[in-house]
């Protein structure tokens, strides 16, 4: 069964709305999460990494101020798209990793169901 | 700097045969981790199967198989007797020994989308 969760599935909306996506982490304890990007036939693309309690890091090129990132607790991160525009249009997707950076060497990352963001 | 390439933007493959998906890589760290994962166009990512760059053995998994050559940093998946569900792009993905310090964060290669033909 799905480990984390992410919602919503889809959000379809009008320009300059800012919308929040979810991904908990169920049945353990997420410290870090991590936010993607995926284009249509492309590969997914690291946004930043979501910490527990401090703030997150983001990777170069991507508006901290633009995609902002919350992880208030230990199973729940959000990634808030403010002012959305068309062009942020895009498929996110999270992922979790049981026991973060000291789980198992061959835990894989869970990941979400994914969020299809349409900005009209 | 790490680095994955799949070289193969779309395969096709005959049902109940076998395909193989190419992944090369990268790295300076002494310990990694690599990765394939599956994305049916629903768009879920699933984890296939693992190998350890210190195992001693090829993994597998089911149908699944991963024909790693440590001297040619190659880490290709094997999927035997393809069925049409097999149908969906693969990505090939690593983990360094460095990347725990960031939480294990992964990079992925550029996809294999396979089609498997009736």
């Excluded at chain 1, 410290?31 to 983001?58: C, H, I, V």
């Amino acid at each position: 069964g799905a480990v984390v969760s992410q919602h919503p599935s889809r959000v379809i909306c009008k320009s300059g709305t800012s919308v929040k996506i979810e991904c908990r982490s169920l049945d353990f304890q997420a410290t870090t999460m991590f936010w993607y990007r995926q284009f249509p036939k492309q590969s997914l693309m690291l946004m930043a990494t979501s910490n527990e309690g401090s703030k997150a890091t983001y990777e170069q090129g991507v508006e901290k101020d633009k995609f902002l990132i919350n992880h208030a607790s230990l199973t729940l991160s959000t990634l808030t798209v403010t002012s959305a525009h068309p062009e942020d249009s895009s498929f996110y997707i999270c992922s979790a990793r049981i026991g973060g950076a000291f789980g198992l060497r061959n835990q894989p990352q869970h990941f979400g169901d994914g969020t299809r963001l349409s900005i009209l | 700097a790490q680095k994955i390439t799949q070289t193969q933007p779309g395969m096709f493959v005959q049902e109940k045969e076998a395909v193989t998906l190419d992944c090369t890589y990268d790295t300076s760290d002494p310990s990694y981790g690599l990765f394939w994962y599956k994305q049916p166009s629903s768009g879920e990512m699933i984890f296939l199967i693992y190998q350890g760059s210190y195992d001693q053995q090829n993994a597998t998994e089911g149908r699944y198989s991963l024909n790693f050559q440590k001297a040619r940093k190659s880490a290709n998946l094997v999927i035997s007797a393809s069925q049409l569900g097999d149908s969906a792009m693969y990505f090939c993905a690593m983990r360094g020994q460095y990347n725990y310090n960031q939480g294990g964060k992964l990079i992925f290669g550029q996809g294999t989308e396979l089609s498997v033909k009736p």
